[in-house]
Nanobody, 113 residues
Framework: QVQLVESGGCSMQPGGSLTRSCTASGIDLRVYTVNWYRRGPGNQHERVASITARDTTNYPASMTGRFTISRDIVKNTVYLQMSNLKPEDTAVYYC???????WGQGTQVTVSA
């Protein structure tokens, strides 16, 4: 059974930094392209970062420089480091190993003064 467990929700102040984690069981994340997505308060859905099986990373232009995706193969975990947080980063964040048929449950990140 595939299970993806993400780090818990949290509230942050603007300008802060935060790392999200997505730990898998039942699948080996090394063989997947893993995407991080977010769904904002207006239900807008967008990809924020990707890492391929070859550890090539990709970010939408609006995320470049503030978000970093990485992988720990020993822990079977993919991370999303977020810096210089802004209120518009408020969203539910979840991971999606592309093609696995499974995705994380999503956790809330709130950025406010």
């Amino acid at each position: 059974q595939v299970q993806l467990v993400e780090s818990g929700g949290c509230s942050m102040q603007p300008g802060g930094s935060l790392t999200r984690s997505c730990t898998a069981s039942g699948i080996d994340l090394r063989v997947y392209t893993v995407n991080w997505y977010r769904r904002g308060p207006g239900n807008q859905h967008e990809r924020v970062a990707s890492i391929t099986a070859r550890d090539t990373t990709n970010y939408p232009a609006s995320m470049t420089g503030r978000f970093t995706i990485s992988r720990d193969i020993v822990k079977n975990t993919v991370y999303l480091q977020m810096s210089n947080l802004k209120p518009e980063d408020t969203a539910v964040y979840y991971c999606d190993p592309l093609g696995s048929g499974s995705w994380g449950q999503g956790t809330q990140v709130t950025v406010s003064a």
